[in-house]
């Protein structure tokens, strides 16, 4: 009887699971382990929202079948767990972070009959590359390339079928004490994990797609998936993703597959360029020399620099570990280029908090807006606060939400307080620098002198 194990990571459904339907076809009996990896857990804070969200989709799958669940060293459990239960063959899907691929290599040295599978990606970074076999920088032409590498393939896309009975049931054994064992709280977060509450999401986005291209900006609109947190730890599959944005034809189907190529240009440049971990990914921008203050740092991560569309995303990140992309630009863009403080400061606070943290796309986004990525905006373009908050949230509701002490401002100045008179301010009843701050820098100025900071550096 050949037995096999699979070792789930950021890949926690039953459905469409390239690793788990290779297992059970060539297997007789097979057997889930997922390991809550303790150097990644050292790093994080008690109450983070991942444990739970991660939790929670184990617990939907114990539901079904059994999952070793471990705590501590891969590297050690995963050889240990594979000689106790006497298995013939490791399974798993590849990831492409660094610290993951290091951590992979080392167990598969130690075990050796093991087999890994693309699985996270549609293209893995190998796979889409300009035509002398170098890796593309700019988006266009990989999206480009992709679209033609996908027509190539017939639109193909796999559906990796599992057959859930070669999989060993067990008795329920996650209990909530796993959180006290780990040292950590177990959070209520707004998106619960799981491959259902996935699913929902996507049959509900579905019946919106068509208008994403005109909604997606407008936090107030809600013109998104909310996807991100379900793809990052794998309680849908790419491929689910994918399907749906082939569904119709619309230019809102066509814009979310593009989001979806930009996800996987992002994981194209983590692996191909590593480097980007922890330097700016265009080495003339390294000696950029950002004056911001740890006080205007700070007041940027609590949400109290005095620009309400700032603190107001800033807020709803602390609050829910989610922030819409739009929002995720202006706030990055004002922390390099208005505070003025290093984008890496803002990249390490965004992993800490953001639900749907990936490396890949976390690191790239934070490129593009502080400008020192590949195909990043120019770094003359800055972000204006105010009129990207008119622009995106004209009537300042998704401000209203998170910064209720503006909330009986006009539409026009909830944009920017400090511009209302007196009286606005005693209707309102809102007092600057006691009830809302007044802003923390002057936009203009902050301008001016990024313009300056970077011109140097380039110089
Ligand atoms: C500074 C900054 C940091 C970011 N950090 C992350 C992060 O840690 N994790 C993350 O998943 N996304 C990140 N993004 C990208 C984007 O903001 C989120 O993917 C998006 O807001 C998630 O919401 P959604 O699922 O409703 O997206 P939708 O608009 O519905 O898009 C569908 C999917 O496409 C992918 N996607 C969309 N936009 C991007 C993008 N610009 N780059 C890469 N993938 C994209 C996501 O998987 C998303 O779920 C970041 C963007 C910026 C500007």
């Avoid at 390239?18 to 382990?33: G, I, P, R, Y």
């Avoid at 239960?85 to 992979?104: M, Q, T």
């Avoid at 994990?193 to 996935?198: I, R, Y």
């Avoid at 905006?377 to 939400?401: A, C, H, M, V």
């Amino acid at each position: 009887m050949k037995k096999g194990l699979v070792w789930i990571r950021r890949d926690l459904r039953l459905h469409d699971h390239a690793a788990l339907s290779a297992a059970t076809k060539e297997c007789d009996e097979v057997s889930l382990v997922f390991v809550f990896d303790k150097k990644i857990l050292e790093k994080l804070e008690p109450e983070d929202r991942r444990v739970s969200f991660i939790y929670e989709a184990l617990l939907e799958i114990e539901e079904k079948v059994g999952v070793h669940t471990l705590v501590g060293d891969p590297i050690k459990l995963i050889p240990e767990l594979f000689k106790k239960l006497k298995i013939d063959h490791l399974y798993f899907n590849r990831d492409y972070e660094p610290y993951a691929l290091k951590r992979d290599n080392k167990v598969i040295r130690e075990i050796g009959n093991v087999s890994t599978y693309k699985d996270s990606v549609f293209f893995e970074p190998h796979e889409v590359l300009k035509g002398d076999g170098s890796p593309y920088t700019v988006f266009t032409p990989y999206k480009r390339r992709w679209l033609e590498a996908f027509l190539n393939q017939g639109k193909n896309i796999s559906d990796y079928k599992v057959n859930l009975n070669k999989i060993k049931k067990g008795n329920s054994k996650l209990k909530l004490e796993l959180f006290k064992k780990m040292g950590f709280q177990k959070t209520q977060n707004t998106l619960v994990g799981g491959t259902s509450k996935g699913k929902k999401l996507l049959s509900s986005f579905g019946k919106k797609i068509a208008n994403y291209d005109k909604t997606r900006d407008f936090p107030a609109m809600e013109g998104t998936s909310n996807l991100s947190v379900y793809i990052r730890f794998g309680c849908i599959s790419i491929r689910d993703m994918i399907r749906l944005s082939l569904k119709n034809k619309s230019s809102g189907h066509d814009i979310w597959l593009s989001e979806l190529i930009w996800r996987e240009f992002y994981q194209m440049i983590l692996g191909q360029f590593p480097h980007v971990v922890k330097k700016e990914f265009k080495p003339k921008y390294e000696g950029i020399p950002w004056s911001g203050t740890t006080k205007e740092f700070n007041a940027w991560k609590e949400g109290r620099t005095g620009f309400p569309i700032v603190d107001a995303a800033m807020r709803c990140l602390n609050e829910t570990g989610m922030m819409p992309n739009r929002l995720r630009m202006v706030v990055a863009s004002f922390l390099c280029k208005t505070l003025l403080v290093d984008w890496k400061k803002g990249e390490k606070y965004f992993a800490s908090k953001l639900l749907d943290f990936d490396l890949a796309a976390n690191n790239g986004g934070w490129q593009w807006s502080s400008s020192t990525g590949c195909d990043a905006q120019p770094y003359f373009r800055i972000f204006n606060p105010y009129s990207q908050s008119q622009k995106f949230d004209g009537e300042g509701e998704f401000i209203k939400k998170w910064c209720p002490e503006l909330s009986s401002l006009n539409s026009k100045k909830i944009h920017q307080p400090d511009l209302a008179d007196m009286i606005e301010l005693a209707e309102a009843g809102c007092t600057l620098g006691k009830d809302y701050p007044f802003p923390i820098v002057s936009y203009t100025k902050s301008r001016q002198k990024a313009l300056k900071m970077y011109k140097k550096a380039l110089s």
